[in-house]
């Protein structure tokens, strides 16, 4: 790990300032599991990092009358394990508690993994000068992508790692983004881009931003919602595909339908056509296999990597029926 200085600031203003505009120098430090690994490998080399946690506040679970507020530093831990979340919104429970072990869970944060980096090898290896490194290849793309991206891809084709980001999607959940030049709030599904959009590290933040807060609207009436991973390993893992659902009933039909997805794309995938194929129908068997079908429609997988296709269709059913 090459050295850096270290910066505790007191107050958001003062993280901002210190943060500056080039995110090749100064480095935000959240739970540390994402970046922390990148410093010890020398994926990234700041010259300094700024400290979040020394910054009063931004851990905050806070119930109001139109929804919930999460701070960025709230843990996973206790995300998962808050009564509010696990009463009226399960899905963001369950995808909490699908991070990594409960070591992990502890110390990751919110907003760390809502803004991590992509988990793909090629990047995550020093010796390979990849797209998302200012190379010229995504050597996934002709190499070993048995994990990466089948909706989406191109230039670039790894898979985004978060749980939470699907799950908080399929909540219509917003962000509040604080940097040099102000507050501003959005979607949450806006704060990510595909690599076509945008190449290197897919997010929209302009420089110097630091993302405060995500809110979440109180769920309509007859919501019942899910979130359903596949991973390789038992005990802990990312995810090979992930879906959360989000489902709205009234008289016995779909009223309002969420669907995201993750480890099938290089940015949380929003099902949308999926979702109107459920509006005003009967959740039965048949729907539930169109709108599958209708999630992986326009694949386009790498050469090893076709079984998400049938992985994810079988989830999305799977967490459909379960809501019926």
Not at 208 to 235: C, D, H, N, Q, W
């Amino acid at each position: 790990m090459k050295q850096f200085l270290l910066y505790n600031p007191t107050s958001l203003e003062e993280a901002i300032e210190l943060l500056g505009t080039d995110p090749a120098r100064i480095q935000l430090l959240a739970g540390g599991m994402d970046l922390l690994g990148r410093l010890k490998k020398r994926i990234d080399t700041p010259a300094q990092v700024v400290n979040l946690q020394s910054v009063p506040g931004l851990a905050s679970l806070r119930e109001k009358a139109d929804g919930l507020s999460l701070g960025p530093l709230l843990t996973l831990s206790d995300l998962a394990e808050n009564p509010i979340i696990l009463a009226k919104y399960p899905a963001l429970a369950e995808a909490a508690k699908s991070v990594g072990s409960v070591q992990i869970r502890n110390a990751g944060t919110v907003g760390g993994n809502l803004c991590q980096r992509p988990r793909c090898w090629y990047f995550r290896h020093r010796d390979y000068v990849c797209l998302q490194k200012q190379g010229t290849t995504c050597f996934a793309q002709a190499g070993e992508g048995r994990y990466h991206a089948i909706l989406g891809g191109g230039p670039c084709f790894f898979a985004h790692p978060s749980d939470l980001a699907p799950a908080l999607i399929a909540f219509d959940a917003t962000v509040r983004l604080a940097g040099p030049q102000g507050e501003r709030t959005m979607p949450l599904e806006s704060l990510y881009c595909l690599p076509a959009e945008k190449l290197v590290f897919g997010l929209t933040l302009a420089p110097g931003e630091i993302l405060t807060e995500v809110r979440l609207p109180a769920p309509r009436p007859g919501t019942r919602s899910t979130y359903m991973k596949f991973k390789e390993k038992p005990s802990f893992d990312f995810s090979l595909a992930g879906v959360a659902a989000v489902v709205s009933f009234k008289n016995g039909k779909v009223a309002h339908a969420r669907i995201a997805l993750s480890g099938v794309a290089p940015a949380p995938w929003h099902a949308a056509e999926a979702e109107k194929a459920l509006l005003g129908a009967k959740l039965d068997e048949p729907l539930a296999r169109r709108a599958a079908d209708l999630v992986v429609e326009n694949n386009v997988p790498l050469a090893d990597n076709s079984y998400k296709i049938p992985l994810t269709r079988t989830l999305v059913r799977r967490a459909l029926l379960s809501l019926a």
